[in-house]
């Protein structure tokens, strides 16, 4: 079974700028996989940000972008906002196996 | 304004069967796939089923195939998944989601319906 890994947890400061990536067990994430991004804050339902590696939806803020980055897809947030605190997931589809990362939990200081 | 709204969520004992419902609205949903996602408490998210949007291709991940049936009526904008064998780990909330199109990927979701598989 494919195994996505995004970092368990990062911090930034309001402001400041930070990467999130999503790394696959079978190798090189490539825009073959059709990477997603979700945004969940506790509570609530995800919410989608980026599809297909990084095509924004009409509700994604301008920080938000995505990217293929060193063989992994990556989410990065420039000048976050303290509502950017959250957990984020990954998503990529490999054949018919769509497989979530184990989520990245934000946290905006 | 497109709308998901899960039901059939339910208390059951290890081995019953569920049947789950999403009723959609806002959008074509014959044009479009449909995917379940659950979350665990406390855990992340994990894809559970896609079916296409004329039925002809579904999807299961490995942990419930041969347990879970995904199905749609196109007449009634309604996506199903019906599952058997219930276990412990089945336990989770389950969203239901719009699925992949050229311009989109799950970019809508429901609030959930909570299943609880204990005895």
Redesign the interface.
């Known amino acids: 079974?494919t195994v996505v890994t995004q970092e368990p947890s990062l911090t930034v400061s309001p402001g400041g700028t930070v990467t999130l990536t999503c790394a696959s067990s079978t190798g090189a994430v490539t825009s073959g996989y059709?990477p997603?991004w979700?945004q969940?804050k506790p509570g609530q339902?995800?919410?989608?940000l980026i599809?297909?590696t990084s095509?924004k939806?009409s509700w994604t803020p301008a920080r938000f972008s995505g990217s293929l980055l060193g063989g992994k897809a990556a989410l990065t947030v420039s000048g976050v906002q303290p509502e950017d605190e959250a957990?984020y997931?990954c998503?990529l589809?490999q054949g018919?196996?769509?497989?979530?990362?184990?989520?990245t939990k934000l946290t905006v200081l | 304004e497109v709308q998901l709204l899960e039901s059939g969520g339910n208390l059951v004992p290890p081995g019953g069967s569920l049947r789950l419902s999403c009723a959609v609205s806002g959008f074509t949903f014959s044009n479009y796939a449909m995917?379940w996602?659950r979350q665990a408490p406390g855990k992340?998210?994990?894809?559970v089923s896609?079916i296409s949007a004329t039925s002809a291709?579904i999807?299961y991940?490995?942990s419930v195939k041969g347990r879970f049936t995904i199905s749609r009526d196109n007449s009634k904008n309604t996506v199903y998944l019906q599952m058997n064998s219930l276990r412990a780990e089945d336990t989770a909330l389950y969203?239901c989601t719009k699925g992949?199109s050229v311009?989109?990927?799950?970019?809508?979701?429901?609030?959930?319906t909570l299943v609880t598989v204990s005895s």
């Open positions: 079974q059709y997603n979700f969940q339902a995800p919410r989608a599809h297909s095509n939806y957990e997931y998503l589809h018919g196996v769509v497989v979530f990362g184990g989520g | 995917t996602v992340g998210l994990e894809w896609a291709n999807y991940t490995d969203y992949c311009s989109s990927c799950y970019d809508y979701w429901g609030q959930g």
